[in-house]
């Protein structure tokens, strides 16, 4: 009976995440039927070509005051909202929030660079996807090579099929392709050559190991080269330090995403970049 005492005590655990669980999922549905989805907003963070500083592009990454619980980060909702695909309609709003930031920086500066959103898993389940997103873009008077899709390296492996066929015909229609966290899910390496791919975004878990094991750092380096044979663009994630940028020097053409040149910032603070 002693024994049990510690039971209880995770059984209190399990119920109060759950119940924290239950009241995101709530409260979403709650901010997705109002219609200006309030609470949530964009941030964006730019991606930098090391050699001279310019921005190639930007990632848009979703942001949620919650009223009672304070600010959510994605890593913790957007799983949530997957496990009843109301992540589908939470994409959706985004995309949408994206290009019409895209079309309005598009009017007031030259020079704006392709903005990437996030697919989570269950959109892949949704045959009218494609059609959707070309509408959207459409609508918003810009064009699909404007914006980039990512789709992680857990998505794309558990769902193969819909993701080669989806991401082939979004290909198409002409947006950018990229394959985020790579390295951290099963293993999309043997079949990287099938899929239809732009860029591979090497997770920061590699820049965080190669920075303190050089075995790690050769592995970082000959996935790099494995993607530059294979014609993809390449983004470093998680680069947070001058150190870190320096083991890049010698890697070949790619682009960096990390706390050392930018972190995640409103649409307001991007025009100072653009302007
Ligand atoms: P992700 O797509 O891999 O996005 C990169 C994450 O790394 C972001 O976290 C970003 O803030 C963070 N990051 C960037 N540079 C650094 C760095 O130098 N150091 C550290 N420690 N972190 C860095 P964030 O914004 O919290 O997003 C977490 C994840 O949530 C994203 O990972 C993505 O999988 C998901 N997510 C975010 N927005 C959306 C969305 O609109 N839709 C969907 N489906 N998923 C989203
Ligand atoms: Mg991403
Ligand atoms: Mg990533
Ligand atoms: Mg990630």
Redesign the pocket.
């Known amino acids: 009976r002693a024994g049990r005492n510690r039971f209880q005590f995770v059984d209190q655990r399990q119920h109060d995440l759950h119940h924290r669980e239950l009241q995101i999922e709530h409260s979403l549905q709650h901010v997705l039927s109002n219609e200006l989805g309030e609470g949530l907003s964009l ?1 964006y ?1 730019p991606q930098v070509r090391p050699t001279d500083g310019k921005i190639m592009a930007m ?4 942001r949620w005051q919650h009223p009672k619980l304070g600010t959510l ?3 913790e909702f ?1 799983p949530i909202a997957e496990q009843s695909a109301q ?1 589908v309609r ?2 959706r709003w ?1 995309i949408e929030q994206a290009c019409m930031q895209v079309a309005q920086w598009r009017e007031r500066y030259s020079q704006v660079p392709v903005v990437s ?4 898993a269950p959109q892949f389940r949704e045959p009218d996807f494609a059609d959707w997103l070309q509408a959207c873009v459409a609508s918003c008077g810009i064009k699909p090579e404007c914006i980039k899709l ?1 789709v ?1 390296e857990t998505t794309m492996m558990t769902q193969k099929n819909n993701c080669v066929a989806m991401l082939g015909r979004l290909r198409e229609l002409g947006f950018k392709i990229s394959l ?2 790579f390295g951290t899910g099963y293993s999309a390496l043997a079949c990287l050559h099938q899929f239809p791919l732009d860029e591979l ?1 090497i ?2 878990n590699f820049m965080v190991e190669a920075s303190q094991d050089p075995r790690a750092l050769l592995l970082l380096k000959t996935i790099v080269h494995l993607a530059q044979e294979l014609s993809l663009t390449l983004v470093v ?4 330090d001058q150190a870190q940028l320096n083991l890049l020097a010698n890697f070949g053409p790619l682009t960096v ?4 040149y930018y ?2 910032m409103p649409a307001a603070d991007i025009n100072k970049l653009l302007g």
């Open positions: 941030y963070q990632e848009a990454l979703l980060s994605p890593a957007i992540s939470l994409d985004v959103v996030n697919l989570s990512e992680t985020d966290d975004k997770d920061r994630e998680g680069v947070e995403q990390g706390y050392y972190r995640p």
